[in-house]
């Protein structure tokens, strides 16, 4: 981002302060953020249609709960957005200490997603299907014991709202959505440069 915000200054003869002030105004950032937003969430509802293409069951449970790639796209980016929100708190992925205790509120990995992709608590095939699911609709839904989730041994906060309930209750457990892992990292790119 400071790359390209910069890169227009480069072609001028002579740089005034307010002309990187407005390099990095909240307004332009901001625009260049929702602009990416938009577009990855256009790219999961495209991969939604094409998973309902070629496997039915996907596509009559869809149609049965009257459900809409689109609709669905927009609530995982909010899932995710507010997962970015609650990790750059430490409120997400707290493990034991050395001790064998887990460690308070706050302490978690601020970048606790990027190291669940990463393979650091789980190994996985689909992300989305084999880790994402479970974690949205058990791991933060699900007022557990202690907080421990023991699917990726960590605490993490019970949340409870909507936001991570199944959309349309669609049955996370047997349909397979699998989103590619490549644009989970689009994903993680994106947020990560922001």
């Known amino acids: 981002t400071a790359q390209l915000q910069l890169s227009p200054l480069l072609e001028k003869s002579k740089v005034e302060i307010d002309d990187i002030a407005q390099a990095f105004s909240v307004e332009k950032v901001s625009k260049e ?14 991969e939604l249609k094409l998973l309902r293409k070629n496997d039915k069951s996907i596509d009559n449970d ?37 001790e064998g205790l887990f460690s308070k509120w706050g302490d978690g990995p601020r970048n606790f997603l990027r190291k669940l992709y990463n393979k650091d608590y789980c ?15 058990v791991g933060l839904a699900v007022d557990l014991p202690d907080n421990y989730y023991p699917k990726l041994q960590c605490k993490l906060p019970f949340l409870n709202g909507g ?3 199944p959309i349309n209750d669609y049955n996370w457990k047997e349909t397979d959505i699998t989103i590619k892992n490549e644009t989970i990292k689009e994903i993680f790119d994106t947020f990560d440069t922001f």
């Open 62 to 98: 869809f149609k049965k709960l009257f459900l809409k790639e689109n609709d669905f796209a927009k609530k995982f980016m909010g899932q995710i957005v507010f997962l970015y929100f609650i990790q750059k708190k430490g409120w997400i992925g707290i493990v034991k200490n050395k």
């Open 33 to 46: 953020f929702f602009e990416k937003y938009k577009s990855l969430c256009l790219k999961i509802s495209d």
């Open 123 to 137: 190994n996985y095939k689909n992300f989305f299907n084999d880790v994402l699911e479970d974690l949205f609709y």
């Open 163 to 165: 936001l991570f309930e």
